[in-house]
């Protein structure tokens, strides 16, 4: 592994350059993480944008080109993509190439890369939890990882020094990084990142199915909690569509456990049951004043 100042990869390609990957490759610019990065891109307006930004080396649409004598290939596309992606850039993926993402699914990922790895290349899933409601290469900035968790979940008998490699890479891109099972992570997820979501877009939903003279007053008025619900149902449609849909399981269970706490808590209020509401308020307070403590707000 490179040391020091020195790049850690001769030739990095990611395949997809959204919000995180045109950030990743802010940060692997200013710090001279890579000697050539390349981009590939579903369509040619994106490539475009990514070279007027200085973010990309070389360019194509073709996600097996691209991965031609990669040291690290990063992909950034949506979930749903990963399949397609994996069974195009296999056979052209160097010996001791490592390979690894930045979704917020896990187990899909081992699903849809592994079988696609030749021997000797490495999968490193990752995630770095980090992320604005805005997308596309210009959406990105150095800044973007500053303080933030990356999670990486190698599966079982995967090479330390490839681990090692990505835990230095997001380490320099500033993130405080952990290593668990994909599954776990898919949980804590479901309940951290996904049911959140899921929340802001029905509550957002709820709103547009209002008559308009009510609608008209929610957005007049939205400076309250409706404003924040709204930075988050902003989110691409596409990425939060494959989240749901590739963390299934996770999502359900924890959507289920909601409902129940949000029947219970129906229940306080049409009961009266002043005690309850209060003593959930003042758990939940507690519990926002540690997220503020791990400076994760």
């Known amino acids: 592994m490179s040391s020091g100042d020195g790049p850690l990869f001769g030739r990095v390609a990611l395949i997809g350059i959204g919000l995180i990957g045109s950030s990743l490759a802010r940060v692997m610019r200013r710090d001279g993480l890579a000697g050539h990065i390349a981009v590939s891109s579903r369509t040619r307006a994106t490539l475009d944008k990514a070279t007027e930004l200085g973010l990309a080396d070389s360019v194509t649409l073709d996600s097996r080109t691209v991965v031609d004598g990669a040291d690290l290939v990063v992909v950034c596309s949506p979930l749903g993509t990963y399949a397609d992606i994996a069974a195009d850039m296999g056979p052209a993926l160097k010996e001791g190439c490592i390979v690894t993402d930045v979704g917020s699914v896990k187990q899909a990922v081992v699903r849809d890369l592994a079988p696609h790895m030749p021997d000797g290349v490495h999968l490193v899933p990752g995630h770095p939890v980090a992320g604005t409601e805005h997308s596309g290469p210009e959406a990105g900035f150095a800044e973007l990882f500053d303080g933030r968790w990356c999670i990486l979940t ?25 290593v668990m099972d994909a599954a776990h992570h898919d949980m804590v997820l479901a309940i951290t990142s996904h049911l959140p979501h899921l929340i802001a877009y029905t509550i957002v939903g709820t709103a547009t199915d209002l008559s308009d003279h009510l609608k008209a007053e929610v957005f007049k ?61 003042t758990r939940t307070r507690e519990i926002r004043r540690g997220v503020v403590e791990a400076k994760q707000a």
């Open 154 to 178: 190698p599966p079982p008998g995967t090479d330390p020094d490839a681990v090692e490699r990505m835990v230095e890479l997001w380490r320099r891109a500033g993130m405080m990084v952990d």
């Open 221 to 281: 008025y939205s400076a309250g909690g409706f404003r924040d619900f709204t930075r988050i149902a902003a989110s691409d449609p596409v990425m939060w569509r494959d989240v749901f849909l590739n963390n299934k399981d996770a999502v359900l269970e924890m959507l289920g456990r909601f409902s129940e706490d949000l029947t219970a808590l129906q229940r306080a209020i049409r009961w009266g049951e002043g005690d309850k509401l209060y003593d959930l308020f």
